[in-house]
């Protein structure tokens, strides 16, 4: 089935040790999405991708890059982490052209700073 | 602004109707999403409405007032498994991007 992977499902790491989460699809979609989301809050958007165009969100900390190699893979990479970067990191996409109707998300990896 | 306003908590019990409300700010608005998620999960869609009127998929439906910048979730039949997180979500302005509202615990009773 077509649908949106995230390796690894949790993620441990240490404070300041770089870590880099993936995700892929197999939807083809043109949009792909970085969300943090932390116990009991929203999903809160980091950046995203349409095509190769890269969009940071004004909040997201410089900490926090991304990479998108071809339609199928992103990367998230957290350069040093801090004991506040541990969260519920959600990847998403969209095969909307015009407006984001309808969000595919993958399963999250749980990242947990040591 | 964006943002949108929802409840933070809901309860109802096994076999009855509930309607979670939201109301945004209408800068950059086309239309309003509604998600599902359960603990440890991730967010599944479950409805979108760009124009006015009611929106039915099977036990769920989905609502939306553009003049008064609010929208609903009904959710009907009410079973145990419904008991979760509910997030009404917006375009953003700026790009492909969707802003979520803060979540509406569901707690379902026996």
């Known amino acids: 089935d077509a649908m949106v992977i995230q390796n690894p499902r949790y993620q441990v790491t240490q404070f300041g040790k770089p870590v880099t989460l993936s995700c892929s699809q197999t939807?083809?979609?043109?949009?792909m999405y970085w969300y943090q989301q932390k116990s009991s809050q929203a999903p809160k958007l980091l950046f995203h991708?349409?095509?190769?165009?890269?969009?940071n969100e004004a909040d997201t900390p410089d900490n926090f890059q991304s990479r998108r190699p071809n339609t199928s893979f992103c990367f998230l990479d957290i350069r040093s982490p801090g004991l506040g970067d541990a969260a519920m990191y959600l990847c998403a996409t969209s095969g909307s052209v015009t407006t984001n109707e309808k969000l595919f998300f993958g399963s999250g990896t749980q990242l947990s700073v040591l | 602004g964006q943002s949108l306003e929802q409840p933070s908590e809901v309860t109802a019990v096994e076999g009855a109707i509930v309607q979670i409300n939201c109301t945004y700010q209408t800068s950059g608005f086309y239309g309003l999403s509604w998600y599902q998620q359960h603990d440890g999960g991730a967010p599944t869609f479950l409805s979108y409405n760009a124009l006015d009127g009611l929106e039915e998929t099977g036990r769920f439906s989905s609502f939306l007032s553009r003049s008064d910048s609010y929208g609903y979730l009904l959710l009907q039949e009410l079973q145990m498994k419904d008991s979760a997180s509910y997030f009404c979500a917006r375009d953003g302005t700026g790009g492909f991007k969707t802003i979520f509202g803060a979540g509406t615990r569901l707690f379902v009773k026996a």
């Open positions: 939807l083809n979609h043109n949009v």
């Open positions: 991708y349409y095509d190769k165009d890269f969009n």
